[in-house]
C-alpha cells in the first residue's frame, strides 16, 4: 500500500496568524497524527524532543515535561522548552524547541532553537513565524545571543533563519549524521 503524499493534501487555507504554547493531554490526537505525517514520508521531526522515538504520547509528554526542569534533565541533555504552534483554529502547524542552554554538542551542531513545519502546512510561512515567535521566548528567559543550525542542503530553513536576523558562521561536518551544518548567530535584544 502507498503511503499518502501530504504534501499533495496540503490544506487549501490562506496562511495564518499562529500563536506558541506548551503540549497538554488534550493535545494526544494531533501531536500523533503530526508525528505519523512526518514518518509516513520519511522526513525527520526536528524540534519535536524526538517525538520520532515515541508511539506512546504520554511518554513523549512525560519526558518533555521532565526536559524543562533542569533538576530532572538527564544527564548529556539541557533543559529546553517544548512548543506547539498552532493556528487560530488551533490546527497543529509545526512544532519548536527552545534550549535553555548549550552544551558543546548543541554549540556546535544544534543550537538554542529546533522546528519543524507540519509537511501538509509548508510554504505558507509558518517557520518564519515559529522561529520569530520562539526567539521571543528567548529572550524573556535572557538569552540575547542564539545559535541555531541547519543542514547545508536545507535551504528553505537557512532562508527562515536569515530572515530572522541569522548571520552565517561557518559550516562544519557533522560525523554523528553525516551532514554538513550551517551554523547561525541571531542577536535577540
Known amino acids: 500500500m502507498k503511503a499518502p503524499d501530504f504534501r499533495a493534501a496540503a490544506r487549501h487555507t490562506p496562511p495564518q496568524k499562529l500563536h506558541?504554547?506548551?503540549?497538554?493531554?488534550?493535545?494526544?490526537?494531533?501531536?500523533?497524527?503530526?508525528?505519523e505525517e512526518f514518518l509516513a514520508i520519511s522526513s525527520r521531526l526536528d524540534g519535536t524532543s524526538a517525538l520520532d522515538k515515541y508511539d506512546d504520547f504520554d511518554q513523549w509528554l512525560a519526558n518533555i515535561r521532565k526536559l524543562k526542569d533542569p533538576a530532572t534533565t538527564p544527564a548529556g541533555f539541557v533543559p529546553a522548552t517544548q512548543y506547539l504552534a498552532l493556528d487560530e483554529q488551533e490546527h497543529l502547524v509545526g512544532m519548536t524547541n527552545l534550549r535553555h542552554h548549550l552544551n558543546d554538542y548543541l554549540l556546535a551542531y544544534g543550537g538554542h532553537i529546533g522546528y519543524s513545519?507540519?509537511?501538509?502546512?509548508?510554504?505558507?510561512?509558518?517557520?518564519?513565524?515559529m522561529l520569530c515567535m520562539t526567539l521571543e521566548k528567548a529572550k524573556e528567559r535572557g538569552i540575547s545571543k542564539v545559535r541555531i543550525c541547519c543542514d547545508h542542503y536545507n535551504i528553505a530553513s537557512a532562508k527562515t533563519i536569515q530572515s530572522n536576523g541569522g548571520v552565517l558562521e561557518d559550516e562544519m561536518f557533522d560525523s554523528s549524521d553525516g551532514m554538513l551544518t550551517q551554523r547561525y548567530w541571531i542577536e535577540n535584544r
Do not use: C, T
Open 117 to 129: 513545519v507540519r509537511p501538509s502546512e509548508r510554504k505558507n510561512g509558518y517557520a518564519s513565524q
Open 20 to 35: 506558541l504554547r506548551e503540549p497538554d493531554e488534550g493535545d494526544r490526537e494531533q501531536v500523533m497524527a503530526y508525528r
